[in-house]
Nanobody, 124 residues
Framework: QVQLVESGGGLAQAGGSLRLACVVS????????MGWFRQAPGKERAFVAA????????YYADSVKGRFTISRDNAKNTVYLQMDVLSPEDTAVYYC?????????????????WGQGTQVTVSS
């Protein structure tokens, strides 16, 4: 059974930074493409960033490009999301997701493994 556990959420001020981490167990992490999604109250879950299995390719939503950075450490079975220059619009529950291969990186239904989510709140 694959388990994804996020950490690092919390409260930040506008312009500040947070770093999310997601530890994966129960599956060969190095075979998984990984993504981060977020869901604000009353909105659908939305793509934030993704990284391929090797870490050689990264993909970002336009709304976070230049502010957020996704990375992975395959030796630690962990994927990270460094979030800088945060704004109140970034407030959401952030979810870590994993997939074996195939499909569109930004599509929710391309991912078969999900974490429980971590709350990020940005105050103005």
């Amino acid at each position: 059974q694959v388990q994804l556990v996020e950490s690092g959420g919390g409260l930040a001020q506008a312009g500040g930074s947070l770093r999310l981490a997601c530890v994966v167990s129960g599956r060969s992490f190095g075979l998984l493409d990984m993504g981060w999604f977020r869901q604000a109250p009353g909105k659908e879950r939305a793509f934030v960033a993704a990284i391929n299995w090797s870490g050689g390719s990264q993909y970002y939503a336009d709304s976070v490009k230049g502010r957020f950075t996704i990375s992975r450490d395959n030796a630690k079975n962990t994927v990270y999301l460094q979030m800088d220059v945060l704004s109140p619009e970034d407030t959401a529950v952030y979810y870590c997701a994993g997939r074996n291969f195939g499909g569109v990186y930004s599509a929710v239904n391309s991912y078969g493994y999900w974490g429980q989510g971590t709350q990020v709140t940005v105050s103005s």
